[in-house]
């Protein structure tokens, strides 16, 4: 039985399936998955060996280098892949089950930030405690696209 994924950006304005195993996801810390993540690491799925499609929309493309490329939603700016000649990678979190894919391997570490090994030392706090300080919290209603396929998606959210 080959097991089936799907995903897409946070607008729901592209979206993909994989078919195949998944067994390659990784964090990478250089300085360039930094920035197109805006994060201190782009945790990553390889796809290569699988049958990948994009099933709606059409990802923009960066070149931020010479050999790789990187998918992003155009009207959200959802990072969405990693393309270099040998493979495709796509953002782990972008999956609509991202904790299937759990790190098994980590890339660039001469660029990683050494706080990020702490991360899970610090205090953790569930949204509810904020209600007090940002009462607004209480009355929002997301237009992120739900975490599985739909027929389709309202344009929700985007600025004209």
């Given at each position: 039985m080959t097991s089936t994924y799907s995903g897409g950006c946070q607008c729901g304005a592209v979206r993909f399936r994989v078919s195949g195993p998944l067994k390659d996801a990784s964090i990478c810390h250089c300085r360039m998955c930094?920035?197109?993540?805006?994060?201190?690491y782009a945790p990553l799925v390889s796809v290569r060996?699988?049958?990948?499609?994009?099933?709606r929309g059409t990802?923009?493309?960066f070149r931020s280098s010479n050999v790789v490329s990187r998918g992003f939603c155009g009207d959200c700016g959802?990072?969405?892949?990693?393309e270099a000649p040998d493979g495709v990678a796509v953002a782990a979190?972008?999956?609509?089950d991202p904790a299937a894919f759990p790190p098994t391997t980590q890339f660039g570490i001469e660029c990683r930030i050494a706080f990020v090994d702490?991360?899970?030392e610090l205090p953790g706090h569930p949204t509810e405690e904020d209600l007090e300080q940002a009462p607004y919290l209480a009355d929002i209603v997301s237009y992120q696209h739900p975490d599985h396929d739909t027929a389709d998606w309202p344009d929700q959210g985007l600025e004209p």
């Open positions: 930094q920035k197109a993540f805006g994060g201190y060996g699988t049958d990948f499609e994009w099933t990802r923009k493309i959802t990072p969405l892949t990693y979190g972008a999956f609509d702490h991360l899970h």
